[in-house]
Structures are given as structure tokens and as C-alpha cells.
């Protein structure tokens, strides 16, 4: 069964301790894997789409990396307007296309 | 350029009625995904369409259908609305089926 699992649930850093978020995934037909950043009451704001496994992709304070298996998305020397919740997904293609997101990583930032 | 539109942004509704939701892809996306959000977990993709044909489907009941213009915008409906159709609606569209998703603001739906 397809499946996305992010941890941890929730991550409190103080302003400048990095840290790194872990998304998790079996599904089948990887077509790619995509972090989101969600505010409160809004949409997901695109991050990072990736596509084969070894791939990296940065912007500003956030590094997306891709194995086989799962993706980190890294954070270094956050700061408090970091804070929001982290949302990875993957699309498979079985008899359909889906794209299947994981609960999301809560990140709160202290400055 | 615009983003992806949806309206209405608020609605409430009682249970047993139908809703109509509605989005508006980016110019030149031709694809629309639609997406149930409940609070505290992440979007349960419903449906995908793409040039008005309907490519993808989650584990959703028949009384969640939706449809795809030749403008490609997009409506999905409900019917028979239940306490727990409560979520946050999500639209998205992306250039084709496995490309890059982005997403609307959402519509709020409240089922009292």
C-alpha cells in the first residue's frame, strides 16, 4: 500500500538550531516527491520537487535531499517566520495517477 | 500571474444538502486535483482531471463527483452532506498529471 510517514509530529527549535525534518515513503510509480510549507488556515505553498534518488535542491535556509526510501528536508539557522507546518508528498502511478501527502511535521521556531 | 482561485472561500451547510465548490487553474495549467483537508492531518487527494477527463480517484465516497471545463477550471460537488464532509477543501493545478502541484487558498466548508 502507498504510504507517506513524517516525523517528527512536532519539532521546537530555538532561532539559528538547525535541524532536519524526515518524510518516509513506499509507493508505487514514483513519478516524484514534493515538500510544501502550509500556514494556518491556508494552502500549501510549494517548496521542493524532487525526482530521482541522490537529487538535492536548496532555497535560502531549506535543503531537500531524496533517497530510495525517504526525504529530508533540512533547515539551517532557522528563524521564527520558519514556523509552520512541513508537508511532503509523492505522486505513484498504479492504475491512476495519485499524489499521497504524509500528516506534516509541526516546526515551531523561538526566537 | 494569478494563482490558483477558489471560491466560495466560507461556506456552511447543514447535513443532507448539496455543496458546489469551484477552482480556476493557473493560465496555461491543464490540470486540476482536488483535496479534503481535516484538522491536524494532511490533504486526502479526492480526484485529478486533466483536458476535462478524470486521470486519478482516492478512496472517496459516490456522493463526491467533479468535473473539468474546456477552460479548465473545475467544480467539485457533494451530496448528501454528513458532519464529517468538514474540512478544508484544497484545489490545485499543475502543467499536466505528474507535474508540480500548486495549490488554491481553500474553501472552508462547515456541515452543522
Known amino acids: 500500500e502507498d504510504q507517506v510517514t513524517q516525523s517528527p509530529e512536532a519539532l521546537r527549535l530555538q532561532e539559528g538550531e538547525s535541524s532536519s525534518l524526515n518524510c518516509s515513503y513506499t509507493?508505487?510509480?514514483?513519478?516524484?516527491l514534493f515538500w510544501y510549507r502550509q500556514d494556518p488556515g491556508k494552502g500549501p505553498e510549494f517548496l521542493f520537487t524532487?525526482?530521482?534518488a541522490g537529487e538535492e535542491k536548496e532555497k535560502e535556509r531549506l535543503k531537500a535531499t531524496l533517497t530510495k526510501k525517504e526525504s529530508f528536508l533540512h533547515i539551517t539557522a532557522p528563524k521564527p517566520e520558519d514556523s509552520a507546518t512541513y508537508l511532503c508528498?509523492?505522486?505513484?502511478?498504479?492504475?491512476?495517477?495519485?499524489?499521497?501527502f504524509g500528516a506534516g511535521t509541526r516546526l515551531f521556531v523561538k526566537a | 500571474d494569478a494563482g490558483v482561485t477558489q471560491s466560495p472561500t466560507h461556506l456552511i451547510k447543514t447535513r443532507g444538502q448539496h455543496v458546489t465548490l469551484r477552482c480556476s487553474p493557473i493560465?496555461?495549467?491543464?490540470?486540476v486535483s482536488w483535496y479534503q483537508q481535516v484538522l491536524g492531518q494532511g490533504p486526502q487527494f479526492i480526484f485529478q482531471y486533466y483536458e476535462k477527463e478524470e486521470r486519478g480517484r482516492g478512496n472517496f465516497p459516490d456522493r463526491f463527483s467533479a468535473r473539468q471545463f474546456p477552460n479548465y477550471s473545475s467544480e467539485l460537488n457533494v451530496n448528501a452532506l454528513l458532519l464529517g464532509d468538514s474540512a478544508l477543501y484544497l484545489c490545485?493545478?499543475?502543467?499536466?498529471?505528474?507535474?508540480?502541484?500548486?495549490f488554491g487558498p481553500g474553501t472552508r466548508l462547515t456541515v452543522l
Open positions: 509507493v508505487s510509480g514514483l513519478r516524484g
Open positions: 493560465s496555461g495549467h491543464k490540470s
Open positions: 524532487l525526482y530521482s
Open positions: 490545485a493545478s499543475s502543467l499536466a498529471v505528474t507535474d508540480t502541484q500548486y
Open positions: 508528498a509523492v505522486g505513484g502511478d498504479t492504475g491512476g495517477f495519485k499524489t499521497i
